[in-house]
């Protein structure tokens, strides 16, 4: 897990190195840059060290005519290393980046298909002339690219591009990114012009002196939707395999490792597992020894607050638990370096997430596994499970049983047609439905709904194109801010694949939704733990700090020239939100993030554009 800049052009090395310096939150186990004797090519890298601690895993790496800069990690490198040695390859590191080297001489693109793990790279071929770029199958770690009158740039944040770009302006997509917070991550768009965003899933090759890159789709999830057990308890014993294999490998390390558990389903899986599979632990196996560190942000007073599941956790596992209070007035502080490193717009602020990764970085683990992904794939958004009435509109046992999901999920007094009727949007809606199934007249569905259902298709939606991706760019700002690798279990294309090929009633399930999930995982973690229908999301509790140690620090933004004049937003409509808040006697819990929301364009402008062009 690293950051990672190259320049194939004419580019002055001075600026490179600027660049380069600014992903040192990335890589602060070392740094290195290769350029070929006109040096036409650059590569830089900036190390955080997890496998292969010694000099024979730094980077760039050189084999021969190609070179490789390279963040993240393959997981499964072991089981391909020995594959690679029966081809006779020979080895000089224990590191999973020659295990890339060797598998692309040998498999070329091919090769992407075999990695198990998250990624963005570049290999120089100096032989051709030409640079293969890639990115993992969804998008876990960036890339982006630009070009510019000098050339060809890429690398792991914008920041480091900067240096490198013609001219710094923002992006003419600025707008459409601020109204669409949850879209942008998936397109090229990006806050800066010039700048693009390499896709997921994908790979790419340019030649010294090309001025156009056309990315190749690697990796589609809809082609590898397979039949499923029949049996429910088949389905959930198959998952658990899957699940527990993912952790395994996920607990490859040279260095100390953790998790970040919040006391909800999805992190306690994680932990459950690793305390399962620390258990069989073996002695070539590669998994860390040191494992059992769980660090919890929380949040006294707030509803945010979860400590009170995740000491369960803690206690029941025989875990090291790390507790850390969230300060709002020393977020403040921090705030615009967060903004800085963060370089994006989102609805909440880094700062929790960010001292968290800090406080384990702090107590020395560099690894965190965590649970990112399991909402998506199993449907933790209630929103989302009305879905599977369309699926099934005939199964009147079932609906029963989604409306009464849904009801205890959102603490709703109404009756079961009541709530399908609002799943519908309306008894119009609804009816048009019913009428089109029973006329056999239904011309609604898409290409993606034909193959996997409403409930699946919705559910893939958030997955690929909306929630999920922003989310994994979220977490790897926020980790590697503090120096931090995140894994993700429920990431493994294995598991993704499964979810995705099973019913919604293997999702929804007993009154419970990720039924799976739980049935999987029940013999191995507390029953407050896996049968806990409440859901908490990691986040600010905005409306506390605002009203609280925030107010005079939001007070002085609004009064200040900078502000007054900012052209990101409409000064006089933020200014009146932000007014109405303080005026409300009793505002609620998203009263507090919609100003933050409004702000937000603004305190991006401040922190980081001006920061960017100074």
């Known amino acids: 897990m690293c950051g990672v800049l190259g320049a194939v052009g004419k580019f002055e090395k001075p600026s490179f190195e600027v660049g380069l310096s600014r992903l040192s939150h990335r890589g602060p186990d070392g740094f290195g840059i290769w350029g070929n004797p006109e040096n036409s090519i650059l590569l830089g890298h900036r190390r955080l060290a997890i496998i292969d601690l010694t000099d024979l895993g730094r980077q760039p790496m050189v084999d021969e005519e190609l070179v490789i800069t390279y963040n993240g990690e393959i997981y499964n490198y072991k089981e391909i290393r020995r594959v690679l040695e029966s081809h006779g390859h020979l080895f000089s590191s224990n590191s999973d980046t020659e295990v890339i080297l060797k598998s692309y001489r040998q498999w070329g693109p091919g090769c992407l298909e075999k990695f198990n793990g998250m990624w963005s790279f570049a290999i120089w071929d100096s032989r051709k002339n030409e640079i293969f770029i890639s990115r993992d199958r969804f998008g876990v770690k960036p ?33 459409w990114c601020k109204e669409n917070i949850y879209e942008y991550e998936t397109t090229e768009k990006t806050l800066l012009n010039g700048i693009s965003r390499f896709p997921a899933g994908s790979f790419a090759y340019l030649r010294l002196g090309d001025n156009k890159l056309k990315p190749q789709q690697f990796w589609n999830t809809l082609d590898h939707i397979n039949s499923v057990e029949s049996s429910y308890s088949n389905q959930v014993e198959h998952f658990r395999e899957l699940f527990f294999d993912s952790c395994k490998i996920r607990m490859r390390s040279d260095v100390r490792i953790g998790t970040a558990l919040s006391g909800g389903l999805d992190s306690s899986s994680v932990a459950a597992a690793m305390h399962f599979m620390g258990g069989q632990r073996t002695k070539d196996s590669g998994m860390a020894a040191d494992w059992q560190n769980a660090f919890v942000a929380t949040f006294p007073g707030t509803i945010l607050d979860e400590k009170e599941y995740a000491q369960e956790v803690v206690n029941s596992l025989q875990l090291k638990g790390y507790f850390y209070d969230i300060d709002a007035t020393k977020g403040i502080s921090n705030l615009s370096e967060y903004l800085w490193l963060f370089e994006e717009l989102f609805l909440t602020s880094p700062i929790p997430m960010v001292e968290i990764y800090k406080a384990i970085r702090s107590n020395g683990i560099y690894v965190s596994l965590d649970g990112h992904g399991a909402d998506e794939l199993f449907s933790g958004y209630g929103t989302m499970i009305f879905n599977a009435v369309k699926d099934a509109p005939f199964d009147f046992p079932g609906i029963k049983e989604i409306a009464t999901i849904y009801k205890e999920i959102r603490g709703l007094d109404k009756t079961d047609l009541e709530v399908v009727v609002d799943g519908f949007g309306g008894r119009k809606n609804l009816l048009k439905f019913y009428m089109n199934k029973m006329l056999n007249r239904e011309k609604l569905r898409d290409e993606l709904v034909e193959q996997l259902g409403f409930f699946n298709a919705a559910l893939y939606r958030e997955f690929h194109q909306y929630i999920l991706p922003t989310l994994l760019r979220n977490y790897d700002r926020y980790s590697m801010s503090a120096g931090v690798e995140v894994r993700m279990p429920f990431m493994d294309y294995r598991i993704v694949s499964y979810c995705f090929s099973l019913p919604w009633q293997s999702k929804l399930r007993k009154g419970f939704t990720k039924a ?68 409300n006697p009793a505002p609620s819990f998203e009263d507090g993030h919609r100003v933050w929301e409004k702000l937000m364009p603004y305190l991006w402008e401040v922190n980081f554009f001006q920061r960017l062009k100074a």
Do not use: H, Q
């Open 143 to 175: 890339m982006f690219y630009a070009f510019t009158r000098n050339g060809f740039v890429f690398g792991s944040e914008m920041k480091a591009l900067a240096p490198l770009l013609d001219e710094i302006r923002v992006s003419p997509d600025f707008n």
């Open 516 to 583: 799976i999930l739980r049935d999987a995982i029940e013999p191995f973690l507390s029953k407050k733990i896996v049968r806990r229908k409440t859901k908490v999301g990691f986040g600010t509790p905005f409306t506390d700090w605002l009203r609280g140690p925030w107010k005079e620090y939001i007070c002085d933004i609004i009064n200040s020239n900078s502000f007054i004049n900012s052209d990101m937003i409409d000064v006089r409509n933020v200014t009146m939100s932000i007014n109405d808040f303080y005026a």
